[in-house]
């Protein structure tokens, strides 16, 4: 059997027709839109909760997230849902696309400048075929400050 540990194995979503990788590891699922319920004092990025199964899941719009433009969700928006070490989230996303299996050598590090997104955000630029995949630094995006801070208030 041949061995799989140079791959990066990835969810690819879908941000203002751009695409980025999602380490598939950490997602537990994907799901259609549904009703989210506000929580009143939380960051803009945050659109509140949803109960998935019995767990109140918070969500986080990615795009707002990014600074990205406000999109109408669609029939392929998603929520994905990611396992953190000591919580879940969802994010919102435009789509949610295959599993791709991302080489080692095709991973070049994150340019200073990528779009809209911060580049903080971003571990690194893959090259698959003709497509260019951006890997999200989940931790990044969802440091415990940051995470905090949207939740709780400044206060923390």
Known sequence: ?????NNH??????LDKEEYAI?????????????I???PKTANFVKG?????GVVTPI???RERFGMERAEHTESTRIIIIHMENYDVGFIVDAAYDVLYIPEDAIEPAPQVIGTVDSDYIGGVAKVDKRLIMLLELE????????QAAFFGQEG
Request: glycine share 2%; hydrophobic share 40%.
């Open 60 to 62: 986080i719009d990615l």
């Open 23 to 35: 380490p598939v590891e950490v997602v537990g699922a994907i799901e259609r839109m549904q009703h």
């Open 1 to 5: 059997m041949e061995e799989t540990t």
């Open 37 to 39: 319920t506000r929580v």
């Open 140 to 147: 990044k995006v969802l440091s415990q400050e940051s995470y």
């Open 49 to 53: 909760v949803i109960n998935l199964r």
């Open 9 to 14: 194995q990835s969810i690819i979503i879908e």
